[in-house]
Each structure stands twice: as structure tokens, then as C-alpha cells.
């Protein structure tokens, strides 16, 4: 095997969910965010799309991660056209993080309608409980995750609109979490023949490293057979997460087994959520495969790194 092939290993009993774990018809289970509760169930909140298309997410626990999934008898969020209209079409790829200093959970996800998909931002303390702030990011943007702290007295959030200059990945500062402003881009899609040449988003939200924030990032590449979704890595710099310190240049991990190459989507890894092992050094990676099922794959954070400095380009300077 070459390093290439093990920089991010594979659970051998993937998929770890599917539509058919569910106890009523659904189509798809895919793109979960994930997070560890402080009692170390890892809670995985799944993006379930049913018969009609529409998406609503649900909550999963287990208490090693990998097996026994337990899902929560009712959903977490199912989409309120009513009060809500810019869910019409569903809710779809969470990503959770931390935030330590409102004792809360911030999920932010994407809002999908009519008028296109936007970013909106829902709160919890403990899974059970939800209160909606709305949409924070308007469309056309999805691939949204906060940072779990501030820097200067603002939050910082990573998203990923799509406009007239490509789909990139954008930096937005706020007080409050409502009001969101000083936007800038942070990384572009690179062009031509590359793998993430079509677009690129945010996979799980940001992993704090001693070298800098990890960020794992979707990478497209258009052919004639369809788009390809593969991940890449990055890594911002902890003092200051607008710099991009570093930018592999070959993709980590891509679809290769059958149930990531046949599918609803063929051809897709989508990773939305990750959580930290015990030992801080690994990091389980929860990603949709082919838009069908929750597979989980295993990354040796220093081993990452290690290979990003002999596999990155240089970050080109980003301009507007
Ligand atoms: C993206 C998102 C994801 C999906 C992926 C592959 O644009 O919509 O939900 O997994 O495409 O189809």
C-alpha cells in the first residue's frame, strides 16, 4: 500500500447506518454532523432524506462510536415551511461545534427552498432542546461551521457561498452570532485539471492542532461520468485563522469502495463531522457515501501533518 493509502484509514465495517437502520421508510441516511457528549457517547446528528426528497435531521448515539447506534425517537429538526419558508425543500449537513462560553451547541446547517440553499444556525444545550436563530448566511451558501471560540471579541464562521467568481470558501466575523459581516475569501478552488478545480467547501468544522487549525475541505472535479467529491486538507493558523499556512495538493481521501462509487450519488465521500479519540491524536471522520449511507474512516492527526508538509503547495495569495 502506499502512504497516500493510509493517511486516512476505513472502518472495515462501513457503512456504519443506513436507510434501512431506520424504523420507517427513508431513502437516505448521509452527511452527518458529530460531536462527543461530555459522558463520551459520540452523537452523530444524520441528515435523513426521505421518499419525498426532502430532508430532516436525526440524532444517532453510541457509546464507542462505531457500533449500537441508538436513534432518538423523534427528530432533531424536521423543516417548518410555516414559520420557517426558506426550509421548504429540508435541512440538510450539519456540522456541530462547542461553544464553551454559551454552554451551547452551535448546528449550523443547510436551509434548503426555492429561494436556493442558505446557511441557517440552530442552538442547544443538550440534544434535546433546539431554538432556531434563522438563517445567518443567505443564498446561495451551504458548508457552514463555526469556530468554537472568538478572536477579537467576534466569532468567526467558514462557509461557502456561490457566486459569479466560483464556489469558494469564505471567513465572516460577527458579535452575536446574528449579524454577519467583514467577509472574506479564504480559499478558492484551484482550476483546470486539478481535483478540487469545480469547487470546494468545508467538510467538519475545524480541528485545533498543535501546528495550527486542521481543516478538512470537499474538493469537485467535474467529468464526463459525473462530479467527483474527494477531501483535501489545509491548515490555518491558530493566532490568526485568516492565514492559510498550508494547502495539500493531492486529495486524502476519495471514493473507492462500492458503496462510495454506487449510489444515490455515485462518486461522493462528504465528510461533515469528526470527533477527537482519547489518545488526542486520532480523529474519526463520519462522511455520506454516494449521498446513501454514514461511513466512518480514522486519521492519525500527527501522521497528517507530517504528510502536509511535504505535500503542500503554496498557498496562493487570496485576493476578492
Ligand atoms: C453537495 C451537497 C451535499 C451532497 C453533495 C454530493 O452539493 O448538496 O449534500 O452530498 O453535493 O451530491
Known sequence: MKP???????YEGNPILTAADWPHTVN??????????????????CRVEDRRGISSLWAVRSADGV??????????????????????????????????????????????SQAGPAVSL???????????????????????????????GRWLMLHRPDIHSG????LSE???????????????????????????????PLVRTERGWLMFYHGVRITAAGALYRVGVALLDVDDPRKVLMRGDEWVF??????????????????????LGSDSETLDLYYGAADTSIGLA???????????????SEPAPQSF
Not at 457528549?37 to 446528528?45: A, E, K, P, V
Open 28 to 45: 437516505a441516511v448521509l452527511n452527518a454532523g458529530a460531536v462527543r457528549l461530555s459522558d463520551g457517547t459520540t452523537l452523530l446528528l
Open 174 to 204: 460577527s458579535p452575536d452570532l446574528i449579524h454577519w459581516g467583514r467577509h472574506r475569501l479564504l480559499l478558492a478552488a484551484r482550476r483546470g485539471a486539478w481535483w478540487d478545480a469545480a469547487k470546494i467547501g468545508l467538510g467538519p
Open 67 to 112: 457500533s449500537d447506534w441508538r436513534i432518538d425517537p423523534e427528530p432533531a429538526l424536521l423543516p417548518d415551511p410555516q414559520e420557517h419558508p426558506e426550509e421548504a425543500w429540508g435541512v440538510e449537513d450539519p456540522r456541530i461545534v462547542r461553544l464553551e462560553e454559551l454552554g451551547r451547541y452551535a448546528i449550523t446547517y443547510t436551509a434548503y
Open 254 to 275: 476519495g471514493p473507492s469502495e462500492r458503496y462510495e462509487r454506487e449510489g444515490d450519488v455515485g462518486g461522493v465521500v462528504f465528510p461533515c463531522g469528526c470527533v
Open 167 to 170: 464556489s469558494n470558501i469564505w
Open 298 to 312: 480514522r486519521v492519525s492527526i500527527p501522521v497528517l501533518l507530517d504528510w502536509l508538509e511535504t505535500h503542500s
Open 4 to 10: 497516500q493509502d493510509q493517511l486516512v484509514r476505513r
Open 122 to 152: 440552530l442552538l442547544t444545550p443538550d440534544f434535546r432542546s433546539y431554538q432556531r436563530v434563522g438563517v445567518v448566511m443567505p443564498p446561495a451558501d451551504k458548508n457552514a461551521a463555526l469556530l468554537p471560540v472568538r478572536y477579537d
